[in-house]
């Protein structure tokens, strides 16, 4: 079958959840048993994400093959069995360099370089080049209609449509139905004005998602159909839920996933959709509760840690446990302390990160950790904080660090790989992508993979000083992960401790909903057996909470 493609705009404002409506379109078709992919088009000029910040941008989420993309990755890769790469994420900055690439290599012939065609036909490639072997391909433009950097996108997706052929490619637009609470009606201004944008531009939208806080009446959906020129038929609810999970189930009961593929005229058999109904009764209605603490220095923007969150919540799934997220800024225990910041959390969890600021403070939440044998685990930066940690208060090496931190320390414990000594570039010069690790027998690693060789994806520029190795191992730590020949230290244990883990590679990646990685489900049950050996009730709190594991608030929007 040739490919088909599914081009997602979004408009009246940011943040409508672009990202998780085309993961979950995606999700629904491959229920149904197509080779389904996504593309996230962004319009800023970076070349990639890889050197924003984690405010600006919220995560970076880290491909197979060493891409630093766009979160909404994150969504596509949670949400369907594919795995994304290079190709799935294509920015502005990245069509720019290749044009006038080819500009001074001379492939132009010395023709004049425009947006049209030349800025637009890049596009175009990448769109056909990420496509190949798939049966639907699913392309998300970023940003919002109206948005001048957007401009060379859409103008691109109009054209590959024209290309194609209506049987070939359908555009769908997401867009806000306010309810407005003084005149008790909601309104549906906001959409009209947002398509007459889109259709200003030379796109009609096949079908609009509206997102809305309850189910929209028919006449509302009818007055929505009459004044944006689509079918009645084609207008649906992208109603707000309290779990991320159930925004398949959503679409699949107002039809989208039938529509489309009445649009694409493709044959399918129905959507097998029971693992997202069982994934969802989990979260919903889970047998216990954990309070999971996450000592970070990004807490004031959850997107930055949203892979984190999300696989925490998978490994709440795997043990039928709910999990409550509790955001600890680590600069605010250097200020105070400890204090009553980490009282009933059942488990300590200190993520990647880069730069100085807050690192005592998670220095400190890991030491309280180890001392109080609460469950640890440490991830990228926070393996690499455990080692400095262990070093200092453990082995006696006074101001041992990592050289990121302090270039003068006497025990560089952690140090820049040999690698990146002679790096001057920032963007995409890391260690990153998809490496192997060789695990020891008998180990917390090892008892939650169940196998001997692994491969995790990596984001990262310092490592586990081998000089120290002896030292360390002597006192009581376990390298029972390393790359093949025992070069990279890749995951740190720590003898007698109920479980304390530190891994060098980013697992949250890889969790999926219906697949929770196992160092998560690993870490999630050893919260659990800590809180079942104390006094708390195992009995979950009678409050739903979300997905991300907070308490339910009234007229929640997913991010």
């Not at 081009?7 to 149904?32: H, N």
């Amino acid at each position: 079958m040739k490919t088909k493609f599914i081009f997602i705009t979004g408009g009246v404002l940011s943040s409508l959840g672009k990202g998780l409506a085309a993961a979950s379109i995606a999700a629904l078709l491959e229920c149904r048993g197509l080779r389904v992919t996504n593309q996230k088009l962004d319009p800023y000029i970076n070349v990639d994400p890889g050197t924003l910040s984690p405010f600006q941008h919220g995560e970076v989420f880290v491909t197979d093959d060493g891409a630093e993309t766009d979160l909404d990755l994150g969504h596509y890769e949670r949400f369907t069995c594919t795995r994304m790469g290079k190709s799935n994420n294509l920015t502005a900055g990245q069509v720019y360099f290749s044009v006038i690439s080819k500009e001074r290599r001379g492939d132009y012939l010395g023709k004049t370089v425009q947006v049209i065609p030349h800025i637009t036909d890049e596009i175009k490639e990448y769109i056909k080049a990420s496509a190949t072997g798939f049966d639907v391909a699913i392309v998300e433009i970023g940003g919002t209609v109206g948005d001048i950097e957007s401009l060379p996108f859409l103008e691109a997706i109009r054209q590959f449509r024209n290309e194609l052929g209506r049987e070939n490619a359908i555009f769908i637009h997401l867009t806000w139905v306010p309810f407005i609470k003084t005149a008790g009606e909601v309104k549906t201004k906001p959409t009209q004005h947002s398509v007459r944008a889109l259709r200003e531009i030379g796109i009609q939208p096949e079908i609009l998602l509206c997102r809305t806080e309850d189910f929209l009446s028919e006449d509302i959906k009818a007055k929505i159909a009459l004044f944006c020129n689509v079918e009645v038929a084609a207008v649906f609810t992208a109603k707000d839920v309290d779990c991320i999970y159930e925004v398949p189930l959503i679409f699949h009961r107002e039809g989208v996933d039938q529509k489309i593929v009445d649009l694409l005229n493709i044959w399918t058999g129905r959507p097998h959709l029971e693992a997202w109904v069982d994934v969802v009764e989990k979260i919903i209605n889970p047998a216990h509760e954990v309070c999971i603490a996450i000592v970070g220095k990004y807490i004031n923007l959850t997107d930055s840690y949203k892979s984190l969150n999300e696989a925490l919540i998978h490994g709440g799934i795997a043990n039928n446990c709910r999990v409550i997220l509790r955001f600890v800024d680590s600069e605010k225990i250097e200020r105070e302390g400890i204090g009553s910041q980490l009282d009933g959390v059942n488990g300590i969890l200190v993520p990647g990160g880069f730069g100085q600021r807050g690192i005592e403070g998670m220095i400190t939440a890991i030491h309280f950790a180890r001392e109080k044998r609460i469950p640890y685990f440490g991830i990228c930066l926070g393996m690499q904080l455990a080692v400095v940690e262990y070093a200092r208060n453990v082995c006696k090496l006074e101001k041992a660090n990592s050289s990121e931190f302090d270039r003068e320390t006497p025990y560089p414990v952690i140090d820049l790989l040999p690698e990146q000594r002679a790096v001057a570039e920032m963007g995409a010069s890391m260690r990153l992508g998809a490496y192997a690790c060789v695990l020891e027998n008998e180990s917390f690693a090892s008892d939650a993979y169940g196998s001997v060789e692994i491969s995790e994806r990596h984001r990262h520029r310092y490592e586990f000083n081998n000089n120290f190795k002896d030292i360390l191992v002597g006192k009581g730590i376990r390298i029972t992960g390393a790359s093949p020949g025992s070069h990279l230290a890749e995951i740190i244990e720590i003898k007698d401790h109920p479980w304390f883990l530190g891994c060098q590679f980013h697992p949250e990646f890889k969790s999926r909903p219906t697949s929770p990685h196992p160092l998560f489900s690993r870490f999630i049950a050893a919260a659990l057996q800590y809180r079942l050996r104390g006094v708390v009730s195992e009995q979950p709190s009678s409050k739903p909470r979300t997905a991300g594991g907070k308490k339910k608030r009234k007229k929640k929007r997913p991010s």
